[in-house]
């Protein structure tokens, strides 16, 4: 299991470590938000989902798209703008998707997608699937109303949905302190009825283990359940640059979590051979993708009116 | 990751010639649900009261009980994450019903079909379609004021992705709705409170009016009056006010705001040379302005042409009866501003109020 | 003080039963949410409230209205649609205002006068006044994602604001309990920092004791503070009659309501002479409203185009 | 209850013959927003980020220092409460500017602006007056997408009780702004991300560009462009493509998009019978539409005119940048829909890129 969470946080971190360093190039043409720090988040939970269990997330998405399986090559073609991409270069960074892994959108509008997560969660119920929804979102999203709406709601039909709020402490450049009158959001969250725990560090392992604990809970049907994941974000908001030099945060403050690195963590935890095996294989995979979005097409000018409506009914209602 | 179930039931067209039962547009709105409900156990309806007492004016009447709490429930007062909520439906493959009792409403909800609904099924390169249906209605009369009035389709027909359709008779209601229902896209339903009155006749068959399909309904030679929701009833009135004076004017109704059905209306705007859109919403950046711009860049040039809007006035709908009166265009108005426009100048006519042709008037409490 | 609480609630009463009694005769054009049964809620608390103190309150705003010392004839009068009205005729009931004591306004859209109360307290905070503002909803209003936003908001910059929950326990005919996951208002209120207390029986001694109590640590700039009072509403929705034919709720809930009616248990508190000539006056008063609003004239045709803008600006910047 | 503070600056009129400062949009705003702050203790800024380094792009840069946490805050994530907060602050005499780094933000706060900003003091008979001042910015270029790029500016100008304005130039963008912070009415402040870019002549006093006055920003006789926002730099590098081959623009710059001043673009399009509006946004139910309706009330039986509209393509913004580049209008496609106008028929023509004309590019990452 070690080998496995760990080729999940390496392959994250070596994507975005090459899309940081091929960034000046222009070649990517798009914003990006990078998740390094944060991997263990996506990582974590993910692997203890199915491949039929479906998630939403945010503009810093790469790490959840990655993590759930989506596929490398069809996310850099997406930031390279290019036709192969997996929103035909419609997208961008800030909008992955992949529904045949149940990577169900991320969205650039803070808290959008909680409540789609939340519908989601209903039809799965709805025809009695077995299977569950996770909402990732940071801790500037739990300050939007649509946050406690789509909670109450959660909790009143017992939905077998996870939240999952990746809390770096900041929205852009501010603190959480600044922005929420108490920093506890998971009080905020049992105040719905809704079980709350809080992983204080970044802790990879940890939360694997509860997560795996708490979607089996899911399952079984006793509604949704909400997890507050400690973490730090290592770059700046957007852009492929660090910004401690800005001011609003410290080097010192970053220290810990820098040090506590759940990739060096994991890498350690794997026998050298694999390890070895794990880094070539994904280094592969990664120049790979890069190789595929360069070599593709961008979409010719016929796509500009492609999909601004599905044409035909799915199902024959009449 | 959850697959369309694919009922049995085929498409119809209506038997427009055997169309003797009358309902209500009230009415036909809960039989389209209850057809569409009953043949696709994906479509599922709810919105703040569908399955109280009142059942929005009775167009849920009976589905709670018929479909059960699952598929037919009352919300939270929370339209901004249940919009949110009915498009995690749609993408789970669900066809959710939203019901508004108030288009006003819709103002909480914006993010989520501006930049959610409208834009999912592009921006995800097509990936994803969102079968969504949202209803709201537009009030009128009684006080009901500054937010309890507005109709803003004029917003949802601006953002690429979103279809709007406002029908105006019972039968348009009910094949619109299913069309709506039906179709794989996000459709804004507008009603009308006054609307939700009028009697017709209404097939008891399943069948669709389906989107980008003006209709003519009343033929003239010497002005096109376009009715938008209730000005639509106002336009067919004013063109008696119209006819007793000897002015033929040709009625029609876009029905499907967006896509809209240009063509009709520019070809009639060809044929009578005089154009009055009337609007159920400010005039300014609405509905009738897109008309008028549309037929301004197809006509101009080729036909000598007068064009007219009308619309609410461009003030906040205010309570008092005296002024809510001026407030919104009615057939009286209607048939003045046509007869000015024939004649090529103002002539102050109003025609003398003919109780035969008022509208229904709404009564409170609401 | 009882005789003043027994003149609060016996005006609202009394005008509100006036205004169900002629509202078949159509000259009320105007639909009206009638606040009997919970006159205690904005009796109570603004009786310890001062002039220059702000409330904002709810499509339900007659007791709000009249107890903050709104004008009688220019409600009945607004009611009727007349330009003697407190909107000129251009609001109805549904939004009352009377800026003159301090009512800044009554909104038909659910959950919306919560954050202007809070902006017009944060106003007062920078203006360093020792004023409070007041804002009143319904339970219904807790539902919306503006309830949480403003908390958090109010809470971060510990402003000068009351929130009063008027709990009847619907929302047109749906009970909190299909709506809400749990009917712990406080509790979610607290989880933003907010102190909070229910008041469980519409009882307006108790009500003013604790609202005396906290408005005072809030004029000493203790931050804000919520109020839960739990209270019932008599009559349908909107309209003039009572509805326990719809079926959606019994007579049997109401019974305790109506037999701990607040109006009455004051008059029983104050001594026949004084409580009979107050009964007298207050009729008079109603019955001199009514007459005022018959006789006033309605807007004239002008009116319509008027107070889209202020046209003159108030101060000059520049 | 509180009474406005009257500070004792006095209305200049800037002098523009003495116009030799330059300044950036970015500057010009935050010189604006300083010197209104400066003059009445009452003009508060708050937005999200409008404290943090990167301050609004510099608009609100130096500003909290200068005048502290209670008068220039960053908010929480709550676009709703916080529009509700500013309409709160409004009603008790402060004068509010409420910044969105992103006008598609504002669909969160629609409620607040529409049904309780816009109707204020209408609803309440005059009794309240709301000085409130929205800045919101349109993206556009690198990879800015559906949901970062929009110009829903047609939304507010629907709405009566509203002002809208959307400054080209960083001379208007200060007097615009000052005159937005003047007046007692909320006006909705449109800014373009590509337009911050820009730089011309500043007066250093204070001094308004009121509302309702467009201004004609070059001369000509054989075509009429309307450019709005980013459009009109791009509508006067047009003119110089047309100009090349013997066509001469006229070109408008309206700069309050309401109320909207539609005399001079009335009287222009007199003058040279071809019209082209060319949107910052989506042409349905735009302010395209609505000028082309004005246009088509006014002129039609008076002049033979030909009109167009340009705007955004009719779908979501795609981010791959071969696709944003057909999604906006340009001064290319402009000139040759000019060229097209004035020749009364399809020409094909789109002159050869000019790099001295080519506008502002934006490079990521945002
Ligand atoms: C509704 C909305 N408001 C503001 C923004 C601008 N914005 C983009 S990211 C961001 C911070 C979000 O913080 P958080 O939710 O903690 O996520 P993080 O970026 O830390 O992962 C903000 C304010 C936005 N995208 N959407
Ligand atoms: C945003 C919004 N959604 C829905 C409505 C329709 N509506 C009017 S009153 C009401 C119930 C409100 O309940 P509550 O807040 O408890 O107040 P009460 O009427 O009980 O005093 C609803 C849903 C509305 N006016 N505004
Ligand atoms: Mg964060
Ligand atoms: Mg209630």
Redesign the pocket.
Known sequence: MYASLYRALYRIRRLEEETARIYPTDRIKSPVHLSIGQEAVAVGVCATLQPQDVVFGTYRGHALYLAKGGSMKAMVAEMFGKVTGCARGKGGSMHLIAPEVGVMGTSAVVGTTIPNAVGYAYALRYRESDSLVVSFFGDGATEEGVFAESLNFAALKQLPILFVCENNQYAIHTHQARRQATTDICARVTAHGIPAERITNNDVLRLFERSQAITREIRAGHGPRFLEVMTYRWFEHVGPNKDFQLGYRSLEEAQPWIESDQVVRLANLVDRPVREQIEREVTEEVLDAFRFAEASPFPNATELDADVFKEEAACSLI | MLTHLTPGIQQETPRTETLTRELSYVEALREATDQAMEADPSVILFG??VDDPKAIQGTTRGLAEKYGPARVFGTP?S?DAMTGTAIGMALAGLRPIHVH??MD?LM?AMNQLVNVAAKSRYMYGGKVALPLVIRSMIGKSWGQGAQHSQGLYSFFMHVPGLKVVAPTTPFDAKGCLLAAIHDDNPVMFVEHRILHFHKGPVPTESYTVQPGRSRITATGEDVTLVGISAMQPECLAARHYLAAIGIHAEVIDPIWLSPLDIEPIVESAEKTGRLVVVDNGWSNCGAGAEILAQVAERLMGIRDLRVRRMGFAPVTCPTTPVLEELFYPNARTIAGAARDLVEGQPTGWIPEENPALRGIAFKGPF
């Open positions: 703040l009261d007062l339209e009792i108030r409403f909480l």
